[in-house]
T-cell receptor, first 113, second 108 residues
Framework: GAGVSQTPSNKVTEKGKYVELRCDPISGHTALYWYRQSLGQGPEFLIYFQGTGAADDSGLPNDRFFAVRPEGSVSTLKIQRTERGDSAVYLC???????????FGPGTRLTVL | TQLLEQSPQFLSIQEGENLTVYCNSSSVFSSLQWYRQEPGEGPVLLVTVVTGGEVKKLKRLTFQFGDARKDSSLHITAAQPGDTGLYLCTASYDKVIFGPGTSLSVIP
């Protein structure tokens, strides 16, 4: 069956630009998570959706980061005025309910020049 | 701030050797999970441990949850090149927290 997919797989942008990263979770999974992973580090929690609503957005580093999940399925992570420090792999995961095994996508590698 | 610490940070061993990696926190976990991540891919769940003192075995991998539920270990017997990857522990407090990982390289 289809797993979690993320697009694009790689994104190169210039400092100050706007980017959108997409996550397609496993069908039927109500919970969706976004993480950011820097080289040599574990994933860093950004935001957690339960259905359409953001149940916990405490990991978003600042107001340049925003995420939506309007229909409770696909989610988009939006980053405004990108900075070089935003360069990382952005991982998405979904799970059947809010607790339990998370299934991860392959990630989007974002490079801000 | 709840933090998960993992040790060692890096480990390079020969095929056939045994190894143990550790995950520690000053906080008590209700449950803890171990994931393995290969380059260019997302983490994949290996096991969830819930009960203090619990031991779970997955083929050549043995996972132990400390009695006080503040630490966990992963022991691999007769490591194989396919075991190479980043081993991550994770726990849920007010949010999901991942440790920094142990990067394991098994040399044929």
């Amino acid at each position: 069956g289809a797993g979690v997919s993320q697009t694009p797989s790689n994104k190169v942008t210039e400092k100050g630009k706007y980017v959108e990263l997409r996550c397609d979770p496993i069908s039927g999974h109500t919970a969706l998570y976004w993480y950011r992973q820097s080289l040599g580090q574990g994933p860093e929690f950004l935001i957690y959706f339960q259905g359409t609503g953001a149940a916990d957005d405490s990991g978003l580093p600042n107001d340049r980061f925003f995420a939506v999940r309007p229909e409770g399925s696909v989610s988009t992570l939006k980053i405004q005025r990108t900075e070089r420090g935003d360069s990382a792999v952005y991982l998405c995961a979904s799970s059947v309910v809010g607790v339990g095994e998370q299934f991860f996508g392959p990630g989007t590698r974002l490079t801000v020049l | 701030t709840q933090l998960l610490e993992q040790s060692p940070q890096f480990l390079s061993i020969q095929e056939g050797e045994n190894l143990t990696v550790y995950c520690n926190s000053s906080s008590v976990f209700s449950s803890l999970q171990w994931y393995r991540q290969e380059p260019g891919e997302g983490p994949v769940l290996l096991v969830t441990v819930v009960t203090g003192g619990e031991v779970k075995k997955l083929k050549r991998l043995t996972f132990q949850f400390g009695d006080a539920r503040k630490d966990s270990s992963l022991h691999i017997t007769a490591a194989q090149p396919g075991d190479t990857g980043l081993y991550l522990c994770t726990a849920s407090y007010d949010k999901v927290i991942f440790g920094p990982g142990t990067s394991l390289s098994v040399i044929p």
